[in-house]
């Protein structure tokens, strides 16, 4: 009886450890761990997971101001910038293992067969500088752009990079975040994209990987995020919205799980509960549950998160798991951008730098496609970290290159 009585009054005195996944997700800048030693060719990512975690965790002021220059020196070193007589191979690459530190030039011409961008690292990159405020002014968005329609496939998907690799729907999505985040689509073909990823809606109402697939929780966020981010999610049809909802919402067991009949997993409470707060469904989940899932697979001796209870921490389920918890409200941790996938606070960072642009280009506040009072609104909201705030920014027309 006292037992239960005393298990009934149990408070966890600190059933977040903040400190400690901070400082899990800082270790991460400074050495990989010799167990990711495979994951160096993708070292872009895990700087993603880290810096935008700690950007979550309000504790980007961890990062010191020699760390925080020496990291975005580190991207720009990935950049891939051809020449007008090369393919269109821009963007970033994940490591630099194909750029020897040499003043040989000869060498260093021979290596330029060898170094083109990759989606996934592009996008990571391009998030990271902008969480860490750069302003971006290091980038030729042309050539970025270019790089991402020479992977479209006439279907309509992407592959990641020039050089042939698979092509579905995440590098639809990366594609998306690349193309809204530099403010410009080029000749990114909207309608062929928008095509593939409504032949990718399955029977059940989630979206596959790649055509006649599974429909999984990851993809249909990608695609979700992809409609949204290039202005097309109100192409959906109420019915079909509401569908997709019903798949999305039961996925939730405690946690989420990213297909039916498998086990759930802290990532997809990212993956899942994003994708329900671009449709404005997020509120009709059980937020306790979930929350107890994801704090059930944190770590706090050492810090960080892992996709099931006793599981090894790992940046990628560290990361989704604050986001995870940001959706349900958590106090202490900042509002996170569905579709984006970054702080609402590095949203507002790359809003300015659109703003900056389009004035640079002649082109005034007004053509975000909202009127000033609706922006100061959007603002207002932004400021309080509403998930809502974020659909009618998202799907502004970009001014740059009118939508196709
Ligand atoms: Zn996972």
């Known amino acids: 009886m006292s037992c239960h009585i005393d298990m009934e009054n149990h408070v966890d005195p600190e059933p977040l450890p903040f400190s400690r996944h901070a400082k899990n997700l800082l270790r991460f800048l400074n050495l990989l761990p010799a167990r990711m030693a495979s994951h160096d060719n993708t070292r872009s990512t895990i700087v ?58 000869a060498l260093l011409e021979c290596m330029r067969k060898y170094q083109w961008g990759h989606l996934a690292m592009t996008y990571t990159s391009i998030a990271v500088l902008v969480t860490l405020g750069d302003d971006l002014s290091g ?19 992407f592959g990641a990079c020039i050089d042939g690799s698979e092509d579905d729907m995440r590098f639809v999505y990366c594609a998306a975040t690349i193309c809204y985040m530099l403010d410009y689509w080029g000749d990114v073909d909207k309608e062929a994209m928008f095509q593939f990823i409504m032949r990718s809606l399955r029977y059940d109402y989630g979206f596959s990987q790649e055509l006649e697939g599974e429909a999984h929780g990851g993809t249909t966020f990608c695609a979700l995020a992809a409609l949204q981010l290039s202005g097309q999610l109100q192409r959906l049809d109420s019915t079909t919205v509401e569908r997709i909802k019903r798949w999305l919402i039961f996925r939730q067991m405690d946690g ?10 802290t990532c997809y409470s990212f993956w899942i509960g994003a994708s329900l707060c671009i449709l404005d469904a997020f509120e009709v989940t059980d937020y306790a549950k979930n929350r107890e899932y994801i704090l059930s697979t944190q770590d706090k001796l050492i810090g960080g998160f892992s996709k099931w209870p006793q599981g090894n921490p790992d940046p990628f389920h560290t990361y989704l798991g604050l986001c995870g918890l940001s959706f349900t409200g958590e106090p202490g941790l900042g509002a996170v951008h569905p579709s984006l996938n970054m702080s609402m606070a590095a949203y507002a960072h790359l809003q300015h730098l659109h703003e900056q642009w389009r004035s640079e280009n002649g082109k005034g506040e007004e053509d975000h496609g909202l009127s000033s009072a609706a922006q100061q609104q959007l603002k207002l909201k932004m400021k309080e970290g509403d998930p809502k705030a974020t659909t009618a920014a998202t799907t502004s027309n970009s001014p740059l290159i009118p939508a196709q």
């Open 48 to 105: 993603f997971f880290a810096v935008s975690g700690l950007d979550v965790l309000n504790s980007l002021h961890l990062i010191q101001p020699y760390l925080r220059q020496d990291l975005i020196d580190w991207i720009y070193g990935g950049l891939v910038v051809p020449r007008d007589n090369e393919k269109r191979c821009g963007g970033f690459m994940g490591c630099r293992a194909m750029v020897p530190k040499t003043e040989d030039a």
């Open 139 to 157: 980038l030729d968005r042309k050539s970025i752009v270019d790089g991402v329609a020479a992977v479209q496939k006439k279907e309509g998907s």
């Open 256 to 265: 989420f799980q990213g297909r039916p009949n498998k086990p759930v997993d």
